[in-house]
């Protein structure tokens, strides 16, 4: 069994800031990548932000400058860094990780989700 734990979602004002965390426990053998996904109402799921273990990073258009993914390797945790936050930034945030079980079996593992609400 693998989980992925969220935290540090909340409502912040437009041009604040807030740190997500996502930490990976279970029976892992290595984590390939981690990443944090959104989803607005009436919208389909978006990819954020992610970065692999050798800590190459990806992000979408409109967080570029704005968003910061980080990882602790030793601790199989992710953190997305948001400042200069936007109304439009405002959705449930998944967490994702791509791994490999210590039973040698690939999954792709997503959080429960935490809500990031912006107000203008």
């Known amino acids: 069994q693998v989980h992925l734990v969220e935290s540090g979602g909340g409502l912040v004002q437009a041009g604040g800031s807030l740190r997500l965390s996502c930490a990976a426990s279970g029976s892992i053998f290595n984590i390939n990548a981690m990443g944090w996904y959104r989803q607005a109402p009436g919208k389909q799921r978006e990819l954020v932000a992610r970065?692999?273990?050798?800590?190459?990073?990806d992000y979408a258009d409109s967080v570029k400058g704005r968003f910061t993914i980080s990882g602790d390797n030793a601790k199989n945790t992710v953190y997305l860094q948001m400042d200069s936050l936007k109304a439009e930034d405002t959705a449930v945030y998944y967490c994702n990780a791509g791994m490999t079980t210590t039973a040698r079996v690939y999954l792709e593992v997503w959080g429960q989700g935490t809500l990031v609400t912006v107000s203008s």
């Open positions: 970065i692999t273990s050798g800590r190459n990073t």
